[in-house]
């Protein structure tokens, strides 16, 4: 069973920065892998995606502000956030994308909130 750990979610003031990180019990060498977030009442909606290449892609709502990054090495996937405003409060999720038979996989969530 495939399982994707994500980490370093919590509290922050409006302007701050957090980074979250994503943790893979398999390789992620060949796959693409991205950030969602989903806010109370609204549907979940992508954040982040890094090709296995490394090429990225972000929503308009978090271009500039958000960094996506990828370590094969140590599977791991990791979102720098900065600037954070209240709208960036959800819960946000890692997927692994399907690719050559293997299916999507997505983590169980980290909470951000971002208040004063």
């Known amino acids: 069973q495939v399982q994707l750990v994500e980490s370093g979610g919590g509290l922050v003031q409006p302007g701050g920065s957090l980074r979250l990180s994503c943790a893979a019990s398999l390789s992620i060498r060949l796959f693409a892998m991205g950030w969602y977030r989903q806010a109370p009442g609204k549907q979940r909606e992508v954040v982040a995606v890094?090709?296995?290449?490394?090429?990225?892609h972000y929503s308009n709502s978090v271009k500039d502000r958000f960094t996506i990054s990828r370590d094969n090495a140590k599977s791991t996937v990791d979102l720098q956030m900065n600037s954070l405003n209240p709208e960036d409060t959800a819960v946000y999720y890692c997927?692994?994308?399907?690719?050559?038979?293997?299916?999507?996989?997505w983590g169980q969530g980290t909470q951000v909130t971002v208040s004063s």
């Open positions: 997927k692994k994308f399907a690719y050559n038979g293997s299916p999507d996989y």
């Open positions: 890094i090709s296995s290449d490394g090429s990225t």
